[in-house]
Every structure is written in C-alpha cells, then in structure tokens.
C-alpha cells in the first residue's frame, strides 16, 4: 500500500515563502510523474506544477518563475519551493504522483494523490 504524505503548509506573509513536501510511503515503490494541485474556496482543481520521470517541468503561468518543483527519487519525495507568495495563492495543495509499485513480481501503475495541506498567504 501506497501512501502520500503532504507537509510544509501554513500561514506566512505576502512576499514570503514556503516549501511543500510529499512522501510517498511503501517499499519497492517508484515515482514516474508527478504535479502539484491546488483548490481555493469555491475555485476548481487547478494544476500548478507537474513533472515527468525525463524531469520536463511545466508551471502554470500564475506560478512561473515563484514555483519550483523537484524530486529525490532516493527519498521518494517531491517538492515544491514556492516563492514571493501572493494572496490568490491561499488554497489547499495537493501533490500527485503517478508511480508504480513492484509487488509479488508484478508492477502496478497508478496515480496517487497526498492528503491536502492549507498554505495561507496574509499579512
């Protein structure tokens, strides 16, 4: 069994930053892609940052150049540096991977999403 688990979140001021962590539990476990999603109140889903296993970033155009995704594949975990935040940042972020578990000889393939962690940005 496979399990993301998201850390990094909080309250911090407009122009600071934080960095965003996602764990993936479980042996004999490997991340292909992966994205960063985030929700604000009564917004939809919206992709932030994804990633392939050739390590090709994309970021959405409200996040270039303050986002940052990256990955330790030794530690199974992503990362997303976010810098000189802004208010309209404020939401829930979710990381999700695509990864395949080897298990009993065989491999399964499937996306993953973490928990959810609140990122606030306010003075």
């Known amino acids: 069994q496979v399990q993301l688990v998201e850390s990094g979140g909080g309250l911090v001021q407009p122009g600071g930053s934080l960095r965003l962590s996602c764990a993936a539990s479980?042996?004999?476990?490997?991340?292909?892609?992966l994205g960063w999603y985030r929700q604000a109140i009564g917004k939809e889903r919206e992709l932030v940052a994804s990633g392939t296993s050739g390590y090709t970033t994309n970021y959405a155009d409200s996040v270039k150049g303050r986002f940052t995704l990256s990955r330790d594949n030794a530690k199974n975990t992503v990362y997303l540096q976010m810098n000189s935040l802004k208010p309209e940042d404020t939401a829930v972020y979710y990381c999700?991977?695509?990864?395949?578990?080897?298990?009993?000889?065989?491999?399964?393939?499937?996306?993953?999403w973490g928990q959810g962690t609140q990122v606030t940005v306010s003075s």
């Open positions: 479980g042996s004999s476990f490997s991340i292909n892609n």
């Open positions: 999700s991977v695509v990864g395949t578990l080897y298990s009993g000889g065989s491999a399964y393939t499937q996306r993953y």
